[in-house]
């Protein structure tokens, strides 16, 4: 971090996610509480931005904007540029999806071309390896590079949630199934399980952000359940390939 007089440049070494807003709510607070009234965050080690990122990185823009102070966001990838496009749609036009037509049913007896299961560790510090791990397998299906990017983000945002609500993800797993006209994620949490209807408005908190909202507008289908096998909850993802 640098820092002249009402000044101060931070360069996040990170994703700007669940597990690193804690210290960069501090290093900012901090700043703020000094007198610093211009804050540049320099992006450039920044290769994602989640819900909860967004949500801080808002309020305290906000916070700065009540004191004639700004806060800037600097050498920003195009994948972090698209995120903060698709965010600032949620937040200032309130934007809502598009009715979707029905996800066809697979039969039963339809195997997956693939899948691949991953047990969630415990411990925030690896939310980004797993997400890295769902945008390496995204890679190898017939998807553009912008919709492999949506579908990793959303796939981010349910792994945040079982982190975030869920005995710190310890006990959950992340499932990715490949087929000819779809890909299916599934996250699972070992918390006490809830539901959100299709078509219904989760409610929204300005630090947690509005992951489902967001989760919705990236990919064709999104299915929050109680896990049936377990306590717990299940995020089930569905982008249709082609």
Request: with cysteine; aromatic share 6%; proline share 5%.
């Amino acid at each position: 971090m640098n820092e002249w007089n009402d000044i101060a440049v931070i360069a996040p070494t990170t994703d700007i996610d669940l597990a690193s807003v804690p210290r960069l709510r501090e290093q900012v607070d901090a700043l703020i509480d000094s007198g610093v009234r211009r804050i540049l965050v320099n992006c450039q080690n920044v290769t994602f931005i989640d819900s909860t990122g967004l949500a801080f990185l808002l309020s305290r823009a906000r916070a700065l904007y009540g004191r004639e102070g700004l806060l800037s966001l600097v050498n920003a990838s195009p994948d972090v540029a698209r995120f903060l496009q698709i965010a600032r749609l949620i937040d200032i036009l309130h934007v809502s999806t598009v009715e979707r037509p029905a996800i066809p049913v697979i039969a039963p007896d339809v195997p997956p071309l693939w899948s691949k299961s991953f047990t969630i560790q415990r411990g925030v510090e690896h939310l980004a390896e797993y997400r890295h791990r769902a945008a390496e397998l995204l890679g190898t299906l017939p998807l553009t590079r912008e919709e492999c990017f949506d579908v990793a983000l959303a796939a981010g945002e349910a792994l945040s949630n079982a982190y975030d609500h869920a005995c710190g993800g310890e006990g959950g797993s992340m499932s990715v199934y490949a087929y000819p006209d779809r890909v299916i994620i599934e996250v699972r949490d070992c918390g006490c399980g809830y539901e959100i209807a299709d078509g219904e408005e989760p409610a929204e908190s300005l630090e947690r952000g509005r992951g489902i909202k967001l989760m919705r507008m990236l990919v064709d289908s999104v299915e929050v359940r109680r896990r049936a096998d377990a306590p717990g909850t299940q995020v089930r993802l569905i982008k249709l390939v082609g």
